[in-house]
């Protein structure tokens, strides 16, 4: 039976101050998160106290109560019962800028643009997938039903940049109407016809891509990051009375051109040069160029310039009736289909399972951006598995050399282009379901021997799913947040110290929902050496994928969590090596996780450790020992 909120709502709403005191309300992974006209009005006491909330935090500007995993549910029922116009959910820390090398910062940028588009994003690939069944059946092109379904599915990839403008000025902190103006003018209907090869604007060639920029995805982005910066320029000088349309008109009237005339040029150079090089590797071994566009391919179509191999292959196709430019290819959305089955079976977060499952359903249709943009690219190493295995695929093509004898439709509706329309050979489809299967098994398989990170992790999250106490849910449905131990049957027991350092009082560390013992009594070290040990003798309950915190139970009852650091879970990994596994036995000193401490500190986290007892109410006292403290050394005393 649905839990109601609705009383835990309207009591969080009047204990910030009521509706009039709230200027805009959002939520994250576990946190609703608040904008107060005037916080002094909210009762952080009362809030910190009361059922259903874990704790309160000050930050960003804003004032976030922490749920736990029922936030959503709490969110709805504050929109429901009140008139607080909400914003949607956010990222983990949407004010966080990223961090890392380029590769990083870009995966970040392309990962964040995409996030709230996804679930329309899925929606419209299955619809895409309904048209393809739609004409296999033999539905007329032409009939009302195949129009409108056509229309549903293909509308949104169409015109998917001014989905993008809208996301990247929110990335870029730029007016969105300005965005949509700056799309408007790329998509113009009759650019792609009235732009010649001879057009030019003051002695300077106009040129566009093939296809104009429909569906395209990296020009956007650059174009609305180019006008991001002349729109704060213009800002800083530009008079007051006349900001509301000089600002804007400035900046179209240097973004707009710029983007046509540079970020487009560019794009179609770096096709024309991709489809080249792709003809030249062709033509010294049809295997090689099926393993380099079968690992290059997905990378390709993310930043556009896989257009300059479809018209080659178009062409081929109409001048010899069969082409075998881009077979390589049309297989590994299958790669993707696999790898998000392994995600789905290994991933512990409720949202990624949400958000890849459609994106599977929409991989076998060859749609595949919710699920590279969603799911494995932001995840990373998954991706990578995907590119292999569309390397290993291709390469069978290449073996094989796959013909293609016409351009039809993508996924498991490519599968009749392969027919041979003069003899009826089915041999060049079964060769392409081969390398089908081999993409799919390939992305299945590698995902699965690889570690999935956290995308949504935020620390309490987290610590919830690790043995969080109850209070993370309403005490109406204490049930659903238990833990895995009950009280009954602890003992008395002292932990060692898993770390070489210095013992702090939890109360110091830099975040409040440590720092005020939400999440269980412990203590804090300031790590010297970057290598975690076990402090009690007992079974491995939970290791992130991200390797920054692991869950441990004692064998006399104790449950334990330990975090390597604050806001670590940002490096996805990076600087981490995970020694053990879920459900194995540690022993007191073990090693469980190296860490690159100089290196994480480097890049400006806060490397202290909270070790936290996540069912300290079921002990009478938590006493920690303060100071210099070597690995193996008694730490805290549980009675």
Not at 294 to 304: E, N, S
């Amino acid at each position: 039976m649905a839990k109601n909120y609705d009383e835990l709502a309207k009591d969080i709403v009047a204990h910030v101050g009521g509706e009039d005191n709230v200027s805009s309300l959002k939520h994250c992974v576990t946190r609703l998160r608040f904008v107060l006209k005037d916080e002094s009005k909210a009762d952080t006491d009362y809030l910190k106290k009361r059922d259903g909330v874990i704790t309160v935090a000050k930050a960003g500007g804003q004032y976030q109560v922490v749920i736990g995993n029922a936030v959503g549910d709490v969110y709805d029922a504050i929109l429901a019962n009140t008139k607080i116009k909400g914003v949607g959910e956010v990222d983990v820390d949407d004010a966080e800028p990223a961090k890392g090398n380029l590769f990083d910062r870009f995966i970040d940028l392309i990962s964040s643009v995409f996030q709230p588009m996804l679930g329309a994003l899925s929606a419209a690939g299955i619809l895409k997938g309904i048209t393809a069944i739609l004409a296999a059946s033999g539905v007329p092109t032409t009939s009302g039903l195949y129009i409108l379904f056509n229309a549903m599915g293909d509308g949104m990839f169409q015109f998917l940049p001014f989905f993008l403008a809208y996301t990247s000025a929110k990335k870029f902190k730029m007016d969105q109407f300005t965005a949509f103006a700056l799309a408007g003018a790329m998509l113009y209907p009759t650019l792609t016809t009235t732009v010649k090869s001879t057009t030019n604007l003051f002695g300077l060639p106009l040129t566009l891509p093939n296809g104009g920029y429909y569906s395209t995805v990296v020009p956007i982005i650059v174009a609305v990051w180019f006008a991001s910066l002349i729109e704060k320029w213009t800002k800083k000088w530009m008079p007051t009375d006349v900001k509301m349309f000089g600002v804007p008109l400035i900046t179209l009237l240097i973004s707009i051109p710029v983007s046509i005339m540079v970020i487009g040029p560019v794009a179609n150079t770096a096709s024309t040069w991709v489809g080249n090089a792709f003809t030249a590797i062709y033509g010294v071994s049809p295997i090689v160029y099926g393993i380099v566009l079968g690992a290059l391919w997905q990378v390709l179509v993310m930043f556009g310039l896989h257009w300059g191999l479809v018209p080659l292959a178009l062409m081929e196709i109409a001048q010899k009736g069969q082409g075998v430019m881009i077979n390589a290819s049309v297989m590994i959305c299958f790669a993707q289909t696999g790898a998000l089955a392994a995600i789905i079976l290994k991933t512990k977060e409720k949202k990624v399972k949400e958000i890849a499952t459609p994106a599977l359903l929409s991989s076998i249709f060859g749609v595949t951006e919710p699920a590279i943009y969603g799911v494995t690219l932001p995840m990373r190493k998954p991706f990578i598995m995907t590119c292999i295995a569309g390397a290993i695929q291709g390469a069978v093509c290449g073996i094989f050399d796959i013909k293609m004898y016409a351009f039809g439709g993508m996924g498991i509706f490519a599968f009749p282009s392969f027919i041979n329309p003069k003899t009826g050979s089915y041999a060049d489809l079964i060769h392409l379901i081969i390398c089908g299967v081999i993409a799919l098994v390939l992305g299945f398989v590698l995902t699965m021997f690889t570690k999935i990170p956290s995308l949504y992790g935020e620390e309490d999250a987290a610590l919830a799913t690790a043995g969080a106490p109850a209070a993370a849910a309403d005490s109406n449905d204490n049930a659903n947040a238990t833990t895995e131990s009950a009280a009954a049957g602890v003992k008395a027991e002292t932990l060692v110290s898993p770390l070489k350092g210095e013992a702090v009082d939890l109360s110091e560390v830099k975040d409040d929902v440590f720092a005020s013992g939400a999440m269980g009594q412990g203590v804090a070290i300031e790590p010297a050496e970057g290598v975690l040990h076990s402090p009690v003798a007992g079974t491995v309950m939970m290791v992130f994928p991200t390797g920054h915190a692991i869950g441990l139970k004692s064998d006399n009852g104790a449950e334990i969590l330990i975090h390597l650091g604050m806001d670590t879970v940002n490096l996805q990994g990076k600087g981490f090596e995970t020694l053990v596994e879920k459900g194995q036995s540690v022993q007191p000193g073990q090693e469980l996780i190296k860490f690159d401490l100089d290196g994480i500190q480097k890049q400006g986290y806060d490397m202290t450790a909270p070790v936290v007892i996540t069912n300290s109410k079921d002990y009478e006292s938590v006493k920690a020992d303060l100071g210099p403290v070597e690995v193996g050394q008694k730490l805290l005393e549980l009675k």
